[in-house]
């Protein structure tokens, strides 16, 4: 069987995506993507005009699907929707999460975006949540803080395989967290 010669963007970003899953960023050239399509590399570069361009698409894929994640309703509750969505991405995407998180070979200034954008996120939900839309923005970004830092170390416990909880363990989890941090606000 001949060699298929051509593939869209859409194919080799999709076959590039699950090498980032399986191994890493750190794995994403422009020989393994070929090699996976069983293609040469010019259809990459023809495609993508560098592998800069390939990474930040596909950067921006995992950007989105961890939003995506972060955004399901999976308690009544969404900022404690958010750090559940950021610890079931840890044990399901594991290679993602690494990537992300533990600034495996993104760039600098796409970690800073997704950070950003999630720290929005988690604004918006503290002003949204009736319990604490007055609350100074001092306060909130001191909880802010505070919860990061478990979601997060929490999140690599989970996805280094330390520690592997259910869904409902993890939601427990943080919701103990949550009236801890909560509580520390209430005796200031």
């Given at each position: 069987?001949?060699?298929?010669?051509?593939?869209?963007?859409?194919?080799?970003?999709?076959?590039?995506?699950?090498?980032?899953?399986?191994d890493?960023?750190?794995?994403i050239?422009?020989?393994?993507v070929a090699?996976?399509?069983?293609?040469?590399t010019?259809s990459?570069?023809?495609?993508?005009?560098?592998m800069?361009?390939?990474?930040?698409?596909?950067?921006?894929?995992?950007?989105?699907?961890?939003?995506?994640?972060?955004k399901?309703?999976?308690?009544?509750?969404?900022?404690?929707?958010i750090?559940?969505?950021?610890?079931?991405?840890?044990?399901k995407?594991?290679?993602?999460?690494?990537?992300?998180?533990?600034?495996?070979?993104?760039?600098?200034?796409?970690?800073?975006?997704?950070?950003?954008?999630?720290?929005?996120?988690?604004?918006?939900?503290?002003k949204?949540?009736?319990?604490?839309?007055?609350?100074?923005?001092?306060?909130?970004?001191?909880?802010?803080?505070?919860?990061?830092?478990?979601?997060?170390?929490?999140?690599?416990l989970?996805c280094?395989?330390?520690?592997?909880?259910?869904?409902?363990?993890?939601?427990?989890?943080?919701?103990?967290?949550?009236?801890?941090?909560v509580?520390?606000?209430e005796?200031?």
């Amino acid at each position: 069987m001949a060699r298929k010669l051509s593939f869209s963007k859409e194919e080799i970003l999709n076959t590039a995506y699950k090498i980032l899953i399986e191994d890493g960023m750190k794995n994403i050239t422009a020989r393994n993507v070929a090699k996976e399509l069983g293609s040469s590399t010019i259809s990459i570069y023809s495609n993508f005009g560098s592998m800069t361009n390939l990474k930040n698409d596909l950067s921006r894929m995992a950007k989105n699907k961890l939003l995506d994640i972060t955004k399901i309703e999976y308690t009544e509750q969404k900022l404690l929707n958010i750090g559940i969505g950021i610890c079931i991405f840890a044990k399901k995407e594991k290679a993602l999460f690494r990537s992300i998180f533990l600034r495996e070979d993104l760039s600098k200034d796409f970690i800073e975006e997704i950070i950003t954008d999630l720290k929005n996120l988690i604004i918006a939900s503290f002003k949204a949540d009736e319990r604490y839309k007055n609350l100074p923005d001092d306060v909130i970004e001191w909880m802010l803080k505070k919860g990061w830092w478990y979601v997060q170390g929490y999140a690599s416990l989970i996805c280094s395989g330390f520690y592997n909880p259910s869904d409902e363990v993890i939601e427990k989890e943080l919701r103990d967290m949550g009236s801890v941090i909560v509580h520390a606000v209430e005796k200031k």
